[in-house]
């Protein structure tokens, strides 16, 4: 963590210029992504949440350190997708309805693009008719949904049923992500599988297409 201990102070205070600044500079001295994430990025997140959760940070700090965080992101994103080629499968991916977190979702999206699969990203609030239209238009193997609320979790079960009822259950298959939810969770929606990590998501993803 020391190498990275100023990108995770600035993403922490919100210091979204500082952060991809020092972001920068790390790559530029050779540092690896999966490194910046692993030993900055990703603490410095769970710190900002520790602090919300004891009422140290209150929501202008969460957005504030979102912020920086989605600075990063946005200059780390294509990196992570070049770092792979091949088009494995397609899949829509999206942040369920009702949850605006999408910074896990985008790290999702572009892990998957890196493991060489074309990523249709809905975005985030995305409703189930949405899926169900890009399933349609794009013919995606698999839909990834991402939730990071406990009250937004019951959406997943609503996209699963929804698109069991539109008769596409056959064709695409539902994983699922975010910080609430399980393997057990994925079991009792009728998902066909469930990841912890971005990294997680792509190996699942891997998996089911090649089964
Ligand atoms: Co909010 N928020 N937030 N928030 N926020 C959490 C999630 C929370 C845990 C904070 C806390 O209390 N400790 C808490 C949820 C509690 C709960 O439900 N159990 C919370 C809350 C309560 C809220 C609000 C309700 C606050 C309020 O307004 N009172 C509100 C809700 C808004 C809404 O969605 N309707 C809210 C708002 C926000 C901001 C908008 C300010 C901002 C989001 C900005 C954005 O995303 N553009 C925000 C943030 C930043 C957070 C924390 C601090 C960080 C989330 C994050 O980006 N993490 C978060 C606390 C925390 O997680 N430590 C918190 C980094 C990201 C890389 O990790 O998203 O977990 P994560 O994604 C991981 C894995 O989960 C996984 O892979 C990713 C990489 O490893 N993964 C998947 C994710 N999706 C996957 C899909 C997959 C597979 C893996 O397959 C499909």
């Known amino acids: 963590m020391a190498e990275f201990k100023d990108l995770y102070e600035a993403v922490i205070v919100g210091d979204r210029e500082r952060a991809v600044e020092l972001a920068k500079a790390a790559l530029a001295e050779g540092a690896e992504l999966q490194d910046l994430l692993d030993q900055g990025l990703l603490p410095a997140m ?21 912020r920086a965080m989605k600075g990063v992101m946005e200059l780390i994103t294509p990196l992570v997708a070049e770092a792979g080629v091949q088009l494995r499968g397609r899949i829509a991916i999206g ?3 009702g949850d605006l977190h999408d910074i896990g979702k985008n790290l999702v999206a572009a892990m998957l693009e890196g493991g060489g699969f074309q990523v249709i ?3 985030k609030d995305v409703p189930s008719d949405q899926f169900i239209r890009a399933v349609n238009e794009s013919q995606a193997q698999i839909v990834a949904l991402s939730a990071l609320l406990t009250t937004t ?14 008769k ?19 079991d009792e929606i009728g998902a066909d599988g469930y990841a912890e990590t971005a990294s997680g998501a792509v190996a699942l993803a891997k998996d089911l297409l090649s089964a």
Do not use: C, H, S, W
Not at 173 to 185: C, E, F, L, S, T
């Open 46 to 66: 769970d710190e900002v949440g520790r602090r919300f959760e004891n009422d140290d940070f209150f929501v202008p700090e969460l957005l504030i350190a979102a």
């Open 95 to 97: 942040t369920v309805r």
């Open 121 to 123: 990203d809905l975005g």
């Open 153 to 166: 979790m019951p959406a997943m079960r609503t996209i699963v049923q929804d698109i069991t009822e539109a």
């Open 168 to 186: 596409m259950r056959d064709r695409v298959k539902i994983i699922i992500g975010g910080a609430p939810v399980n393997q057990k969770y994925a």
